[in-house]
T-cell receptor, first 111, second 115 residues
Framework: EDKVVQSPLSLVVHEGDTVTLNCSYE??????LLWYKQEKKAPTFLFMLTSSGIEKKSGRLSSILDKKELFSILNITATQTGDSAIYLCAVRNNYGQNFVFGPGTRLSVLP | GAGVSQSPSNKVTEKGKDVELRCDPI?????LYWYRQSLGQGLEFLIY????????KSGLPSDRFSAERTGGSVSTLTIQRTQQEDSAVYLC?????????????FGEGSRLTVL
């Protein structure tokens, strides 16, 4: 059974700090790993990673995948209060079409 | 529509009653997913529709849960004889390519409370 573990489950930082969120996974026949941001109810897409070692970057957010060690990290530099959200990691295999989500990391950025 | 639309946004029901949750995906999106999110938890996969193919129902937790998608567009998730453990936010998502690009577009969800 495919499985996604995220850590920490909760994190409180101050504006300007840099944070690293972790996602480890077990999946049969890996296809892709995805990061989503959930502020209220609807998660929004951040990144999709399929290859090891290639960093994806969008503004202050970046992510990288290690397919050998089966994990990914999401970095947020110079955090802002608007970064406060739940960050969800999901994996997908080549057999089915569903995305298996982790429990999420709840990030709180204090002013 | 401009985005994925779900209704009702909130539903309070009594244990044992049936409920129907509706999802109207983005126009033209062939893939539609239902997820359930309990308080403080991640997203639990329920069911997936892709075009005219048979749906992947592998995530439905019991035979009280069913879903259909009429005309390849609107989907309805039905929960019969609701139980308190069914209380959760039910999220619907759609995609234009079965999620091949990774981008699922989520609705705002239907929050179900079973008393």
């Amino acid at each position: 059974e495919d499985k996604v573990v995220q850590s920490p489950l909760s994190l409180v930082v101050h504006e300007g700090d840099t944070v690293t969120l972790n996602c480890s996974y077990e999946v049969t026949n890996f296809r892709s790993l995805l990061w989503y941001k959930q502020e209220k109810k609807a998660p929004t897409f951040l990144f999709m990673l399929t290859s090891s070692g290639i960093e994806k970057k969008s503004g202050r957010l970046s992510s990288i995948l290690d397919k050998k060690e089966l994990f990914s990290i999401l970095n947020i530099t110079a955090t802002q209060t608007g970064d406060s959200a739940i960050y969800l990691c999901a994996v997908r295999n080549n057999y089915g079409q569903n995305f298996v989500f982790g429990p999420g990391t709840r990030l709180s950025v204090l002013p | 529509g401009a985005g994925v639309s779900q209704s009702p946004s909130n539903k309070v029901t009594e244990k044992g009653k049936d409920v129907e949750l509706r999802c109207d995906p983005i126009s033209g999106h062939t893939a539609l997913y239902w997820y359930r999110q309990s308080l403080g938890q991640g997203l639990e996969f329920l069911i997936y529709f892709q075009g005219n193919s048979a749906p992947d129902k592998s995530g439905l937790p019991s035979d009280r849960f069913s879903a259909e998608r009429t005309g390849g567009s609107v989907s309805t998730l039905t929960i019969q004889r609701t139980q308190q453990e069914d209380s959760a936010v039910y999220l619907c998502a759609s995609s234009s390519s079965g999620g091949a690009t990774g981008e699922l577009f989520f609705g705002e969800g239907s929050r179900l409370t079973v008393l």
